[in-house]
């Protein structure tokens, strides 16, 4: 069953993170070299960016606990981020090369990873905030269950 208050925090924080980051990074610390990778073609339709970051972060905070890994919650958070942020670098980055002529494909190439990292760093970091108590017991094994305490595994 979804936790919907852990999926309003969990796509709460994706949008404010990502949003906030791709606007700073995109827009003021290095517009002029999104530029001239031709990654704007007349203005940005906020809009619709924050709409389809609110989105991915719904469907990103839906998957979150169907992760099955050990750790803690921050382990889980790092790499989930790590196979989604794959993912998204995927399909957002390399899609993009392979689409466009870009200018200095390596330069921009390396510039989105930076970007991507980042963000999903830290989302990775937030996620696994949202969810530290509720990842923390269930990884842990209950005395008495197959691979719990050995004290308390009877004898044959």
């Known amino acids: 069953m979804i936790n919907v208050k ?12 990502t949003f906030s980051l791709a606007v700073v990074w995109h827009i003021f610390l290095f517009n002029e ?21 609110v989105l991915q972060g719904v469907l990103l905070s839906i998957l979150f606990p169907m992760l099955k890994a050990e750790g803690t919650s921050y382990r889980r958070g790092i790499r989930f981020a790590f196979i989604t942020g794959a993912f998204f670098w995927t399909s957002h980055v390399l899609a993009f090369v392979a689409k466009q002529k870009v200018p200095e494909v390596s330069a921009f190439i390396w510039m989105e990873t930076a970007y991507l990292l980042l963000q999903f760093g830290l989302f990775g970091l937030i996620i696994g905030v949202i969810y530290r108590g509720e990842m923390q017991t269930e990884s842990r094994p209950n005395p008495g269950d197959e691979g719990g ?5 009877p004898n044959d």
Do not use: H, M, V
């Open 149 to 153: 305490d050995a004290q308390n595994q």
């Open 6 to 17: 852990k999926l309003i925090l969990g796509t709460a924080a994706y949008t404010i993170c």
């Open 33 to 53: 070299r999104y530029e001239s990778f031709g990654y704007f073609e007349g203005e940005p339709d906020f809009l619709l960016g924050l709409l389809t970051i």
